[in-house]
């Protein structure tokens, strides 16, 4: 901008000075010979004044000398002669040459009429050169006007140098506002371009701060708003893109897993359903006639009808735990009371055991999570501390205050879970010892079901190896 600014007033400039140098004596040479004409016109109208009224020659003196003109007027035939100079001798000579012919081939006719001729002529005696005109008046007299084209010159080279000395300093001052307006302009304009930049590289914290308001404080406030919106309108093409991507790994995860637990469910149903429809054709054919043997038989059908049907209650249970179909519903438990009561419930299996159980807890614990899904982790500890017993038949529960949390534990004496084993051991129907575990009728689903509800309740869990046993552990939030 400061470039095509300053280049077209330089221009602008230099076009003037151009017309100065060649056409400004020019324009002065044709207003004087205006003013010799308008000079003629007016002695032509005071043509018998002059001779006779002082203050007509004064006033034609005084316009003479506005003029920088020099004049004479001279009747002939009355003998008469006027004059505003004193060297009266150089015009009469001047007017005498022109009249007998011998100076027109010395000079140059600007202008003729019949009435008078404008001269450009040099003066041989003193080397100047003038602007003349001579000729007759209406009433016959002669006369002679002479400018000095000098005074003409010297004008003209005066205010060329005039023109250029305030041409150069209006350079200079308009360089430096043009600097100015256009640093005004075109900053904004650098800072949007920036903005435009950053945004293109999806960049949506830089923002417009000008406060002008004209059309790029404007455009600079429509800039902030396409940022914001294209910002908000990308952050939520960003989250339904996320959620498109979880529903499309929900989905494949919950493809495999109900390709996992259709087979693991077949493969878990097949040995008791073999078991049941092998009793059962037996019983139908009469292999054994004795009612000892028949009763020992429908025995064993119904421990594996009831492995079964455990098997597809815990199956449904991790189904909607895994599934998000259960919902978590808050409550302020009583964590001892809860603990308390399932050990009350499984007194008779205990005994059966010959189990010791020691609860360790100092006085009530009172915790914010779901009453159902704690309860289901602490009953599936237990079972498996019940089922995994070995040595003294121990089985600690402790409650403990870590900082913000509450720390749940249930430690059974017995043999370690091998290294190997433990960070599959909450895998579904996962199962360490399955000797053992089919003698109990275990189907290795208790541990998903652990992980599967403390995952949607957001808590730790997990499992610690003793010399003396094994501990089960989970916390929830104080």
């Not at 001798?89 to 007017?95: G, N, T, V």
């Not at 043009?178 to 920036?194: D, G, Q």
């Not at 121990?394 to 749940?408: F, N, S, T």
């Not at 190997?420 to 109990?440: L, P």
Request: net charge negative.
């Amino acid at each position: 901008m400061m470039v095509v600014f300053i280049g077209l007033m330089v221009s602008l400039l230099l076009v003037i000075l151009f017309i100065n140098v060649n056409f400004l004596e020019k324009y002065h040479l044709a207003k004087k010979e205006d003013e010799f004409v308008q000079f003629y016109d007016e002695l032509n109208q005071v043509k018998e004044e002059i001779w006779t009224n002082q203050d007509t020659m004064t006033v034609m003196a005084k316009e003479a000398e506005k003029s920088n003109v020099a004049y004479l007027v001279i009747d002939i035939e009355n003998e008469r002669l006027i004059s505003n100079v004193s060297d009266r001798d150089r015009l009469m000579s001047q007017l005498s040459g022109y009249m007998l012919d011998q100076i027109q081939k010395k000079g140059k006719i600007i202008h003729a009429t019949e009435k008078y001729q404008i001269f450009q002529s040099r003066d041989t005696r003193n080397g100047m050169e003038y602007i003349e005109m001579w000729g007759k008046l209406d009433d016959d007299t002669s006369f002679i006007f002479r400018s000095p084209l000098e005074s003409i010159q010297e004008s003209a080279t005066i205010s060329n140098q005039f023109f250029i000395f305030i041409g150069s300093i209006l350079i200079v001052i308009s360089s430096l506002l043009v600097w100015y307006f256009s640093n005004r302009i075109t900053r904004p304009i650098n800072i949007l371009t920036i903005l435009s930049a950053q945004m293109a590289n999806l960049d949506f914290e830089a923002r417009y701060t000008g406060e002008e308001e004209d059309e790029i404080g404007e455009l600079g406030a429509n800039f902030n708003r396409m940022s914001n919106r294209l910002e908000q309108t990308i952050l939520e093409l960003k989250k339904a893109n996320n959620d498109l991507q979880q529903d499309i790994v929900r989905k494949e995860k919950e493809e495999e897993m109900r390709n996992e637990f259709l087979g693991n469910v077949s493969h878990e149903l097949k040995t008791p359903i073999a078991l049941i429809q092998g009793y059962a054709e037996g019983l139908k054919e009469g292999i054994h006639d004795d009612k000892e043997h028949q009763e020992a038989y429908l025995d064993v059908i119904i421990d594996e009808a009831n492995k079964m049907n455990r098997t597809v209650r815990n199956l449904l249970t991790l189904n909607e735990l895994e599934f998000g179909k259960e919902s978590t519903v808050f409550s302020r438990v009583n964590l001892t009371q809860l603990i308390q009561s399932i050990l009350q419930s499984m007194e008779i299996l205990i005994e059966q055991k010959d189990v010791t159980v020691v609860f360790k807890h100092e006085e009530d614990t009172f915790v914010c999570t779901d009453e159902l899904k704690i309860e289901q982790v602490v009953r599936n500890y237990i079972n498996n501390a019940l089922n995994h017993l070995d040595k003294e038949k121990v089985i600690e529960i402790k409650i403990q205050k870590q900082e913000d949390k509450i720390h749940v534990s249930v430690f059974n004496t017995g043999a370690p879970i091998p290294e190997e084993d433990i960070d599959h051991i909450w895998d579904m129907f996962y199962k360490v010892d399955k000797a053992r575990t089919r003698a109990y009728g275990g189907n290795g689903i208790g541990l998903s079901i652990v992980k599967a509800a403390m995952e949607s309740l957001n808590q730790k869990y997990g499992v610690t190896n003793y010399d003396n046993g094994v501990g089960f552990w989970f916390e929830v939030d104080a």
